[in-house]
């Protein structure tokens, strides 16, 4: 775990750990999560294209779920986020970026991501992580789901993410997600996360000495390199949250 003094310290890091694993690997594959704590992060790397810092042209990426009933251009959809906040400005080629696609027949996408990744393990996993401890949109449950998977959404995350939305009712309750041996292949992973919402989980992922799918991300502690980057007030909160 790494505590940085702020949310924007802990993003300047996590865009600082990607373009050195890029340089080390132009071709790196990256799993790109959506929403609010990696965005800062994706302004960061979008920024340093700007200035010649990095350089998308040779990497592949994926985004790691979809709502399940809408396209691409969906304003809500995570492949317009990663559209709009990092590949538009940044120089990654078209054809190296996979989307799923969430208005496809759930079976024959989940077989285009499962193939998909089966011919390439991901180099990078930038994630963050649901305040009920969801990454990706693997959500608790009695097991973990290795491969790609439809999901229903838990109530908590429904009610996380109507923010987003306009009213609660027009979040999907449905949608598609990379698997938990998807994630666990990445040789490298960073988890970013900030705020008090974040304070049960990140407190359970490091108090807690235990694996569970009752905890999605406690499956992390499995993974051959990952780094939990955090900032001082969110360490804090965890750290008050059994007291
Ligand atoms: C979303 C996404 C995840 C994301 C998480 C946290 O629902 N499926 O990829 O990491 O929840 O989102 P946020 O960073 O907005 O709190």
Redesign the pocket.
């Known amino acids: 775990m790494i505590v940085t003094p702020s949310f924007f310290d802990s993003s300047r890091l996590v865009a600082s750990i990607i373009e050195a694993a890029i340089l080390e690997k132009p071709d790196a594959f990256l799993g790109l ?6 965005l800062e992060t994706y302004n960061f790397l979008s920024n340093d294209f700007q200035i010649g810092r990095t350089n998308f042209s040779t990497c592949f990426a994926i985004n ?2 979809e709502y399940l009933g809408i396209d691409n251009n969906h304003e809500k959809s ?1 492949a317009l986020f990663l559209h709009k906040n990092f590949f538009s400005k940044t120089n990654f080629i078209d054809k190296n970026v996979f989307l799923i696609d969430g208005d496809n027949d759930g079976e024959s996408e989940l077989k285009r991501i499962s193939d998909h990744l089966q011919n390439r393990s991901l180099d990078i996993l930038v ?5 009920n401890g ?4 693997n959500e608790p449950n009695d097991w973990f789901i290795a491969s790609p998977h439809v999901v229903s959404l838990s109530q908590e ?1 429904i009610e ?2 109507s923010r987003f939305f306009k009213d609660i009712d027009d979040v999907p309750r449905k ?1 598609i ?1 990379v698997g938990i041996r998807d994630i666990l292949n990445a040789r490298k992973i960073i988890l970013i996360a900030s ?1 008090s ?2 304070a049960d989980a990140i407190h359970k992922l490091f108090i807690d000495d235990c694996i569970t799918p009752r905890l999605p991300c406690s499956i992390l502690k499995l993974g051959k390199d990952v780094s939990v980057v955090i900032d001082s007030e969110l360490a804090f909160a965890a750290a008050l949250n059994g007291n």
């Open positions: 999560a959506t929403g609010s704590s990696v790691l779920d995570s994630l963050g992580v649901g305040t969801h990454i990706g949109f995350t996380a993410n949608c997600t705020g919402s974040k």
